[in-house]
C-alpha cells in the first residue's frame, strides 16, 4: 500500500516505500543510470562524495503509455535535467545529492526487513510556494510508483496523468 509524502515542515517532505529485496537491487536502482532511467531519470552518477549528479528526466517515456504532459509541464514533456553534487554516498545503505541549484538535497536511505527492504526519500530545502510544493510531491510519490511496480515485474505506469492526479490531491492536503 503506498502511503502519501509527508511534510515534516514547509521545506521538507518525507516519502516511504516498501520494496522487493535484496538491498543491492534497489541500490542499483538508486545509482546505475540504465536501471534510474526506469523511474526516474538517467545521467552519470559519481559514486563517491562530490561526485556529480545528472539526472535526465524523460517522464513521458517511463512507461509503455506515452501520455502527453498537461499544459503547465509541456516545456518539459520531452526532456528536463538537474545536477548535483553526491552529499553522502554509503554503498548500499544511504545516497543523498543536491537536486538542482535552488532545490535542496535528496536522501535515499535504505534498511533490509527480512527479504523486502524499506526505503525513505528525505527531499530537504524545497522552495515554500505551493506550486513547487505540490509538483515535487506528486512528482516523488509517481516516480516511486514506478519504481515499485518496476521492481515487482509489473507494467509502469503513464508518469503524467499519475502526477496530475496526486498534484491535485497534495494541492488540497497542503490547503487544509
Request: no cysteine; glycine share 10%; charged share 25%.
Amino acid at each position: 500500500m503506498e502511503s502519501d509524502v509527508q511534510f515534516t515542515n514547509p521545506t521538507t517532505l518525507t516519502v516511504e516505500r516498501t520494496l522487493p529485496g535484496p538491498i543491492e537491487r534497489v541500490w542499483a536502482y538508486l545509482t546505475e543510470p540504465d536501471k534510474r532511467a526506469r523511474w526516474l531519470g538517467g545521467g552519470a552518477l559519481g559514486q563517491f562524495v562530490g561526485g556529480a549528479v545528472e539526472i535526465h528526466f524523460h517522464n513521458r517515456d517511463l512507461s509503455e503509455d506515452k501520455q502527453p504532459a498537461p499544459p503547465q509541464y509541456k516545456h518539459i514533456e520531452n526532456q528536463a535535467a538537474l545536477s548535483g553534487t553526491i552529499t553522502r554516498f554509503e554503498p548500499p545503505h544511504v545516497l543523498a545529492h543536491t537536486w538542482g541549484d535552488n532545490e535542496g538535497e535528496v536522501t535515499f536511505e535504505l534498511t533490509e526487513k527480512g527479504d523486502q527492504v524499506h526505503l525513505l526519500l528525505t527531499h530537504r530545502r524545497l522552495p515554500e510556494d505551493m506550486e513547487t510544493r505540490t509538483s515535487v510531491a506528486g512528482g516523488w510519490h509517481t516516480h516511486l510508483g514506478i519504481l515499485v511496480e518496476d521492481l515487482n515485474g509489473l507494467a509502469r505506469s503513464a508518469f503524467w496523468p499519475r502526477h496530475t492526479e496526486l498534484q491535485a490531491h497534495y494541492r488540497k492536503q497542503l490547503a487544509g
